[in-house]
């Protein structure tokens, strides 16, 4: 069966597989759930890999390897068993209260001050991403322009990524600390998400799109303090999120010329056996051909990093995900031929280096990061590392669902760095013409 030129015949497999297959599913929700954590960016990221799981396991059946499903199940399961553990030991299910601890208030007009000439600034250093390389969106080459558009002008791509999304953020922090004693700051936390929606469709990216919806929840499950009345919002984004699947299915039978049904499946291929492909090629394909590289897999990452920084040329260097696009394509990878980033997971990041000892290992060591992030955030008494600590979360999202751990690092962290000094920087003077004591 072909839809929209793609062939999602593989999809139909799942009729065919037994039930006892979704176990590593439901003993990691299961894991998650007696770990006591509550609902967060950590519920998110194992949403990803029971996608994930699925879609490589109608691949196994297809090539007849299952191989990539066992060690991934593996690698799931040890992830949320490892949360739950990690919880129980370091009582991390205690620090399941709101966030909105920021103790220093008597600073919150030069910390809104700051928010909105930071702001104002990384808008219009998006902006001139747009001035500069037109809208993707517009173009008749939008799906491959959106990736191309961030040559020649970096710094404004990367901006518009990630400045306005770590903005997002920040805004998001100040309004759920200050909103009582600050009523105005909904219309600006309002603006920001319409910004940033609206600068996304124009750059046609419809992962980012769907970024800012995750971090949406991500803050709000941050934030929210009665018990009641986060059930009803759970109960309308819910409600929310099937409204929102279903008018996907139309949308895209109208604009794909295809029937609902075809839409259905069309959308459910992507998110699961598209999505699991990458996992599965770098399992049966290129790490038998490259071998474990015991620690040194991520080098050409760490070289495209440092050519970001013009220290030393690109040439050959790439990170792992746009690596393994280019094996599968049979190309070099200093060709100037375009191709796609393949999506990997972060569970290829670990069986590139160590196999499946990686994996469990490298499982155990996220699943810790995951808690130490969720505790920093609940925390943290300032405004601008309780921020950056959410930001991280999101983070985590991304490098788990995506994997190229040194791409995510050099595309995305790096970027929202250099957002982050911007506001501080802004920070720091306006404390400066106030006449504030020294203090973060």
């Known amino acids: 069966m072909v839809v929209a030129g793609i062939n999602i015949q593989q999809l139909f497999i799942l009729k065919e597989i037994s039930v006892w297959w979704l176990l590593p599913i439901f003993l990691s929700w299961l894991f998650i759930f007696l770990s006591k954590i509550k609902i967060s960016f950590i519920h998110i990221i194992l949403g990803y890999f029971s996608l994930n799981y699925i879609g490589i396991l109608v691949y196994s059946y297809s090539y007849n390897f299952f191989y990539p499903t066992y060690i991934f199940a593996i690698g799931m399961v040890v992830y949320s068993l490892s949360i739950m553990v990690i919880s129980y030991l370091g009582k991390y299910y205690k620090y399941n209260f709101p966030a909105n601890n920021i103790l220093i208030t008597n600073r919150k007009n030069t910390y809104m001050l700051s928010i909105l000439l930071g702001f104002l600034v990384i808008f219009l250093i998006s902006s001139l991403l747009f001035i500069k390389g037109g809208i993707p969106l517009f173009s008749p080459d939008a799906n491959e322009k959106r990736f191309t558009i961030a040559n020649g002008a970096g710094l404004f791509a990367r901006m518009l990524k990630f400045g306005l999304t770590f903005s ?58 009665s018990p009641k009345r986060f059930t009803k919002n759970l109960l309308f984004l819910t409600v929310f999120l099937i409204m929102s699947f279903i008018a996907a299915i139309f949308i895209a039978s109208k604009i794909l010329s295809i029937s609902l049904e075809e839409s259905f499946w069309l959308i459910m291929y992507r998110a699961t056996v598209m999505a699991g492909m990458g996992f599965f090629q770098m399992v049966h394909d290129f790490v038998p051909v490259k071998g474990f590289q015991y620690g040194l897999g991520h080098l050409n990452g760490f070289y495209d ?17 746009l690596e393994l696009s280019y094996f599968m394509a049979g190309l070099p990878v200093d060709t100037s031929i375009f191709v796609y980033p393949i999506t990997i997971t972060i569970f290829a990041d670990f069986y590139y280096e160590f196999g499946l000892i990686g994996i469990v290992a490298g499982s155990i060591l996220f699943a810790y990061f995951s808690l130490w992030i969720y505790k920093q955030v609940k925390t943290s008494k300032n405004l601008f590392t309780k921020s950056f600590f959410l930001y991280l979360q999101v983070f985590a999202i991304s490098v788990a669902s995506k994997g190229s751990i040194m ?31 020294y203090r973060l």
Do not use: D, W
Request: proline share 2%; hydrophobic share 50%.
């Open 168 to 225: 997002l953020i920040l805004i998001a922090v100040y309004f759920y600390t200050f909103k009582n004693s600050n009523k105005k700051i909904k219309y600006l936390y309002f603006f920001s998400i319409v910004i940033t929606i609206t600068y996304f469709i124009f750059l046609g990216n419809k992962g980012a799109l769907l970024g800012v919806f995750i971090i949406l929840f991500v803050i709000y499950t941050t934030f929210y303090e």
């Open 305 to 321: 990093l440092l050519a970001t920084f013009r220290i030393m040329p690109r040439g050959e260097h790439t990170f792992l995900g």
């Open 407 to 437: 791409g995510c690092i050099n595309n995305e962290l790096i970027s929202t760095l250099v957002a982050f000094c911007i506001y501080i920087i802004i920070y720091q003077l306006l404390k400066k013409i106030r006449k504030e004591p």
